[in-house]
């Protein structure tokens, strides 16, 4: 079971920047790959980054790729997301999220098991 809580949401202006934390519990966090996702105000919920459990393998929408970074420190049990040049569609509700065990697939939210509670994201023109 692993238990997940974010921080570091806000209201930024263009072209700022905002780091994402999620803090784990439990004791096997760095076997989990680990997900960010966002999700706008009437629309789905999509994959931003993704990244392994060793944190050897990445991976970003092509919307992000570029001004966003994520990492994750096993020994603290946290996964990042630095968000620079922020634009105003980046505003939504991030939420962090744990793989299902087994699973092979990352993209989609099925392929994730565990989920925090969300932090907000706005972005002002």
């Known amino acids: 079971q692993v238990q997940l809580v974010e921080a570091g949401g806000g209201l930024v202006q263009a072209g700022g920047s905002l780091r994402l934390s999620c803090a784990a519990s439990?004791?096997?966090?760095?076997?989990?790959?680990m997900g960010w996702f966002r999700q706008a105000p009437g629309k789905e919920r999509n994959l931003v980054a993704a990244i392994s459990a060793s944190g050897s393998s990445l991976s970003y929408t092509d919307s992000v790729r570029g001004r966003f970074t994520i990492s994750r420190d096993n020994a603290k049990k946290t996964v990042y997301l630095q968000m620079n040049s922020l634009k105003p569609e980046d505003t939504a509700v991030y939420y962090c999220a744990a793989k299902a065990p087994g699973r092979l697939g990352f993209t989609n939210p099925g392929d994730y098991a565990y989920w925090g509670q969300g932090t907000q994201v706005t972005v002002s023109s």
């Open positions: 439990g004791r096997t966090f760095s076997t989990y790959g």
